[in-house]
């Protein structure tokens, strides 16, 4: 922190800029923290006047950080985390409220561990979100900090160019584990007792795939082989949807092979017999080091997985 000669930033105003970045709204924030929206925005423009940056784009759809403002967000987490546990270990005080937005594909294994994630919290309140969505919402999201955490695949069709967009998004990915392709197929299916499948067995049935909006690229596909063409192509947008399709019609989506019994009792996944591998792992931003909040997701993640046997990416 600043000198207070150097008119120095109060945690109270790093607690308020963490609250807007999160839910991308002063209004919402300022229901959030209790305080008028009017207080909100001063304490904003003077966040801004004491650090001497732009730090929030306004506009009528809500408020986004700048480039700095992504940076100063980093370092603004780490500074309230620190003061909190601080509190707790030394003056007594309470958890503090947790924050955790993630944004990620579709794999269930990612709300096996969020599930996880939440029973373990310690904090009697909190504001966690989890959004699966499409690949270059993922980057957006975590680009912008809206998402502390992204959740995506690479493989040798795709990592060229996922991995040019992650840098020039200031990201890293860290690789979780190493997947053989499965296809996910209702348990009714005749093909539902095969030890394995081939492509030529998947030839008359609906390929099921993940919409992907406007950035409808191959390389933003959220399966491989994305440009195989196929007979009949089913897009959809989310997992319920896709579950269902795959019951009523028969259809395949091809993915890791991680699928939760618990949650998804109907469909099962069974090895599909091509040259190929799917690395999973998470993204975040370089320029902020992970709060003890989102690493401990990646710890559920990586106990989830090792879970079904999978071995790890150290």
């Known amino acids: 922190m600043a000198r207070e000669g150097a008119r120095g930033v109060t945690?109270?105003?790093?607690?308020?800029?963490?609250?807007?970045?999160?839910?991308?709204?002063?209004?919402?924030?300022?229901?959030l923290l209790y305080i008028s929206q009017p207080t909100l925005s001063a304490a904003l423009?003077?966040?801004?006047?004491?650090?001497?940056?732009?730090?929030?784009?306004?506009?009528t759809r809500g408020v986004s950080l700048t480039e700095e403002g992504v940076e100063f967000l980093g370092?603004?987490?780490q500074v309230i985390e620190q003061a909190e546990l601080l509190e707790q270990k030394y003056l007594g005080g309470a958890p503090a409220r947790r924050l955790l937005a993630v944004s990620t594909q579709h794999y269930s294994f990612v709300v096996d561990a969020f599930v996880r994630m939440v029973r373990a919290t310690d904090a009697d309140e909190y504001a966690f979100s989890l959004r699966e969505?499409?690949?270059?919402?993922?980057?957006?999201?975590?680009?912008?900090?809206?998402?502390?955490?992204?959740?995506?695949?690479?493989n040798d069709f795709n990592s060229k160019v996922i991995d040019k967009l992650l840098r020039e998004s200031g990201l890293v990915f860290t690789p979780l584990f190493?997947?053989?392709?499965?296809?996910?197929?209702?348990?009714?299916?005749?093909?539902?007792?095969?030890?394995?499948?081939?492509?030529?067995?998947?030839?008359?049935?609906?390929?099921?795939?993940?919409?992907?909006?406007?950035?409808?690229?191959?390389?933003?596909?959220?399966e491989i082989l994305s440009t195989r063409t196929v007979k009949q192509d089913i897009r959809v947008s989310d997992r319920a949807t896709i579950f269902n399709l795959m019951i009523g019609l028969g259809g395949y989506t091809i993915s890791t092979g991680l699928i939760s019994g618990e949650m998804d009792?109907?469909?099962?996944?069974?090895?599909?017999?091509?040259?190929?591998?799917?690395?999973?792992?998470?993204?975040?931003?370089?320029s902020a080091s992970l709060t003890a909040q989102a690493r401990r997701l990646v710890d559920e993640m990586r106990g989830v997985i090792a879970g079904y046997g999978m071995p790890l990416i150290s």
């Open 133 to 154: 969505t499409r690949t270059w919402e993922i980057i957006e999201d975590v680009r912008t900090m809206r998402s502390e955490l992204g959740v995506l695949y690479r």
């Open 11 to 31: 945690l109270q105003q790093l607690r308020y800029f963490i609250e807007v970045a999160a839910e991308g709204s002063i209004s919402a924030a300022a229901d």
């Open 265 to 286: 009792p109907s469909i099962v996944s069974v090895p599909l017999d091509v040259d190929e591998r799917i690395e999973i792992g998470w993204i975040h931003h370089q």
């Open 75 to 77: 370092y603004a987490r």
């Open 45 to 59: 423009k003077e966040l801004e006047a004491r650090t001497g940056r732009s730090l929030l784009v306004r506009s």
């Open 178 to 222: 190493l997947a053989e392709p499965h296809i996910f197929i209702a348990r009714t299916n005749p093909l539902a007792g095969r030890e394995r499948v081939t492509l030529d067995d998947l030839e008359d049935l609906p390929r099921l795939t993940f919409d992907q909006g406007a950035n409808n690229s191959f390389y933003f596909a959220e």
